[in-house]
Structures are given as C-alpha cells and as structure tokens.
C-alpha cells in the first residue's frame, strides 16, 4: 500500500482529536437527556417510585419492603451517612461546607445523586445534619434507577425509555415506551453496585460491598452456573430477602444457607498406668450454599 501523503496524515489526526473533543464535550441537552437535578426537591420528584405504583402495586409494595428501598438507612432507621459527615475522613464543619466529594457512597446508595448540581449535595448534608428521616427515606434505589440508569452499560439510557426483559412499543405509565435489556438479567447488572473491592477512583478510596468479586472468583471460576437474579429474583419477586430488620426469618435464610454437620468422637487417651484422660475429637463442617461469601459488607 502506498504510504499516506505527510498531510493527509496530519489531517486525519487531527479529525480524530476533534471528534475525541466533541463527544467529550457532548452536553446532555443535546442528546435529549434531561438537564441535571438542581434541587434535591428535583431529585425526589424524578426518582419517585410512586409513578409506578398504581399500575405495579404488587412489585411496588415488594420493593418497599426491601433494602433497595431505605438505602440511605441502616437498621432501625439508621441514618448512617450523619455519623460519616460528623466523624472521619468525609466529615464536614458544617453541612454547607459539603459537595460531591462528601459523598463517594452514592456511587451505590444513591447513583441518581452523581451528576446533579452541586446545591443537591449541600441540600441533601443538610437533610442529614438534621436527621429528617421523612426525606432521608424517600432517598432510595427506586425503580427507575434500575429499569433505566443502571439497566444499560454500552451507551447512556435513552430518554423517555425505561428498559425491562422485553421490548413494549407502548406502556400505559408517563414513561411511553420500554425496551429490552438482556444486561439487567446478568449478575453485572447487580455487580455494578454489589462491588468488587476498594473503589480506587475516590480520594480516599472506600469500601463497602465486594460480594459480586467473590461471586466471580470464588463461585463463577468454581463452575458455579447460577445468576444473581436465579437465586434472588425468584418469580420477579422484588423483595430482595434478607431483611436484616426481620431477625426471626433472616435466621432461617442463613441455617439453610449455611448447613452444619458436626461429628464427635469421644476416648478416652491412657497415657501412663493409672492415668485416664478423657478427650473428644470434634469435626465441623460448614458448607456455604450462597453464590459468594456471607457475610458482606
Ligand atoms: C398506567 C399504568 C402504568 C404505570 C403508571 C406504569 N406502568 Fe409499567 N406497565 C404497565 C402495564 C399494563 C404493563 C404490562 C404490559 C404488557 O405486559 O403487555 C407494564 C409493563 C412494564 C414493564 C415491562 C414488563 C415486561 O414484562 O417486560 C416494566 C419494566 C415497567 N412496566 C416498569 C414501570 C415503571 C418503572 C413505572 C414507573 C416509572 C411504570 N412501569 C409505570 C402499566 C403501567
Ligand atoms: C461499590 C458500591 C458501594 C459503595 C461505594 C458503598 N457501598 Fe455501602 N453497601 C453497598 C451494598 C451493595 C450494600 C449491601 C450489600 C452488602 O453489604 O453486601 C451496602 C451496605 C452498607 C451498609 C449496611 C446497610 C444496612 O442495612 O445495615 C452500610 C451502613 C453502608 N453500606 C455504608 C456505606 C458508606 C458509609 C459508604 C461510603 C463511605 C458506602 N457504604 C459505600 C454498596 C456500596
Ligand atoms: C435493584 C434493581 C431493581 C429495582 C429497584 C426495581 N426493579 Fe423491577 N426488575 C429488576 C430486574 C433485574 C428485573 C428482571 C429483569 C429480567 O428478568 O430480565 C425486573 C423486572 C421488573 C418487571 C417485569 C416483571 C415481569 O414479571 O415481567 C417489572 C414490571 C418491574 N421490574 C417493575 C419495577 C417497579 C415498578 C419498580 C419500583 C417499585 C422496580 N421494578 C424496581 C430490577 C429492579
Ligand atoms: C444501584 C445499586 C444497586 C443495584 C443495581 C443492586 N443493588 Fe442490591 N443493594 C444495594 C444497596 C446499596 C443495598 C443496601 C442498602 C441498605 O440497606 O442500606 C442493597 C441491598 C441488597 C440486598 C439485601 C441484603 C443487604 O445486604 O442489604 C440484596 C439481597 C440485594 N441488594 C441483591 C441485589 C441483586 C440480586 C441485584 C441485581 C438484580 C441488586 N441487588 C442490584 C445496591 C444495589
Ligand atoms: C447459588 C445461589 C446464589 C447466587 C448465585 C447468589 N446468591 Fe446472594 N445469597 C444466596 C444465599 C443463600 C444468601 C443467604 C441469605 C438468603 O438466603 O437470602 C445470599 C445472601 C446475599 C446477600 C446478603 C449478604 C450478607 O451480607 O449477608 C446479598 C447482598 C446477595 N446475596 C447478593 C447477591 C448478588 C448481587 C449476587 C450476584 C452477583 C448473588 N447474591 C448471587 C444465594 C445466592
């Protein structure tokens, strides 16, 4: 092949670069997207999962049961981000002082966060500081920040679509059309916030989940064959059990998760003429049915 005249060269470069700086550049707007959540009033409003509530009463009373729900929370109403913001490496003078950088937790807890205008994330300190449960619960993994968010990972979601395991060219709700996303089934779906270990790109990095990085190297590269979605979604079932809060039934999910056989042997050992000592050999054998470790987190 003929080499490339010098100037062609220099032009072809030169396009790419330009392009490379145009889709950088790429502003929201102009890909339909919705401009990002100025107030956290915005936010709420957005991310209610009440829109779907008339239509999908079933899953929606499901989901409110769940962890998803209240992920902001810990037990009991827990707020845990106020004791983050008071004590530690993300605490602030005051809840005004906060940005962004405040809250690398989101990233999981609340990915509808990343991207909104700064005010959001002195509004929300705020709301912490206070400890306003009402508005802290209401911050939660709803509904659309699966089915459109985190449902598709090889472009951003389109506007106006919510995205499910099949294609409707029409759906009753605001939101007129859904498309197919064979992604949400796959346990990277659920690995994009379940975690594979220390999230190195915040200043100081943190950890929290790493459950999806044992699912891969400790269950998938054993010859484990089953998806998150088999052994937790069960019939679509959005409840997402355990329950931490429900201690009687998270005690029977983990006896069954994690059988126990014991075996003793009990001598008695002689080691000298009169000397009797009794000793027992115990064998203990936990066997681990989930698809990870247990406990995480
Ligand atoms: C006015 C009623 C109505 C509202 C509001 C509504 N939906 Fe639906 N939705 C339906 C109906 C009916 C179907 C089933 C259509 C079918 O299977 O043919 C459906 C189907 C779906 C599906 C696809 C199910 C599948 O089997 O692929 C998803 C996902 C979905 N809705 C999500 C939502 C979300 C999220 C919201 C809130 C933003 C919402 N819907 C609001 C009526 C509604
Ligand atoms: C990579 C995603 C990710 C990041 C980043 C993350 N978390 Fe988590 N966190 C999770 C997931 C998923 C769970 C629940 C599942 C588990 O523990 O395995 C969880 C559980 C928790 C729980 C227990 C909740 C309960 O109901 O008791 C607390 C508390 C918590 N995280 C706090 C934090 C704080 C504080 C930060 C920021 C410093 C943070 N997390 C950052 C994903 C994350
Ligand atoms: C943590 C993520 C998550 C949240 C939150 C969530 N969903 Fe889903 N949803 C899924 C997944 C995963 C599926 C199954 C996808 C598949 O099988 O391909 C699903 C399936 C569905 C379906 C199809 C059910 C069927 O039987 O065909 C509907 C409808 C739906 N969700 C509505 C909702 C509504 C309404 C909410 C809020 C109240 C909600 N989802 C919240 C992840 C989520
Ligand atoms: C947007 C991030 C996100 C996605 C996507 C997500 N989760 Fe979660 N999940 C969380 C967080 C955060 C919690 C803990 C909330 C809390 O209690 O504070 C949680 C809690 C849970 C729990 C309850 C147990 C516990 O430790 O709290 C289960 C089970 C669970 N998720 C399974 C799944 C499965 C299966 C999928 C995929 C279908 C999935 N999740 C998708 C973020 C996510
Ligand atoms: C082979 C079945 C199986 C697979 C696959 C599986 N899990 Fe689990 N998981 C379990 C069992 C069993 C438990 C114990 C509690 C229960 O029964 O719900 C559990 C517990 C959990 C918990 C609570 C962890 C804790 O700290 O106690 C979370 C969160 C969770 N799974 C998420 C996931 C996600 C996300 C995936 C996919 C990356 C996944 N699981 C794959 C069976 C499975």
């Given at each position: 092949?003929?080499?490339?005249?010098?100037?062609?060269?220099?032009?072809?470069?030169?396009?790419?670069?330009?392009?490379l700086?145009?889709?950088?550049?790429?502003?929201?707007?102009?890909?339909?997207?919705?401009?990002?959540?100025?107030?956290?009033?915005?936010?709420?409003?957005?991310?209610?999962?009440?829109?779907?509530?008339?239509?999908?009463?079933?899953?929606?009373?499901?989901?409110?049961?769940?962890?998803?729900?209240?992920?902001?929370?810990?037990?009991?109403?827990?707020?845990?981000?106020?004791?983050?913001?008071?004590?530690g490496p993300l605490a602030v003078k005051k809840p005004q002082d906060a940005t962004m950088d405040n809250f690398p937790c989101a990233k999981c807890h609340l990915p509808q966060l990343v991207g909104t205008e700064p005010q959001v994330?002195?509004?929300?300190?705020?709301?912490?500081?206070?400890?306003?449960?009402?508005v802290v619960s209401r911050l939660n993994i709803g509904c659309l920040v699966c089915h459109q968010d985190k449902a598709v990972v090889h472009h951003r979601p389109e506007p106006g679509v919510l995205y499910g395991p099949k294609t409707l060219t029409e759906h009753e709700g605001t939101v007129k059309v859904v498309r197919k996303s064979s992604f949400m089934a796959s346990p990277a779906f659920c690995g994009q916030c379940h975690?594979?270990?220390p999230n190195f790109e915040f200043t100081p990095p943190v950890q929290c989940a790493t459950l999806y990085g044992s699912y891969l190297h400790a269950y998938v590269a054993d010859g484990g064959s089953r998806t998150c979605l088999d052994c937790h979604m069960s019939g679509r079932d959005h409840t997402f059990p355990p329950d931490f809060s429900d201690q009687k039934a998270t005690a029977q999910l983990y006896r069954a998760a994690l059988p126990m056989e014991v075996e003793v042997l009990p001598y008695t050992f002689h080691p000298g003429h009169k000397q009797d000592s009794p000793r027992v050999v115990v064998g203990l054998t936990i066997e681990n049915r989930a698809g990870h470790r247990i406990p995480d987190g």
């Open positions: 092949m003929k080499p490339l005249p010098k100037l062609t060269k220099v032009l072809a470069l030169a396009v790419t670069a330009g392009s700086l145009f889709w950088g550049a790429f502003p929201a707007w102009a890909a339909g997207e919705h401009a990002p959540a100025k107030s956290l009033a915005e936010l709420l409003e957005r991310n209610d999962s009440k829109r779907c509530q008339e239509c999908h009463s079933e899953i929606y009373e499901q989901w409110s049961r769940s962890h998803h729900a209240r992920s902001l929370m810990g037990l009991n109403g827990f707020s845990f981000m106020s004791k983050y913001l008071r004590k994330a002195r509004e929300l300190a705020e709301v912490i500081w206070r400890d306003d449960k009402a975690g594979m270990g």
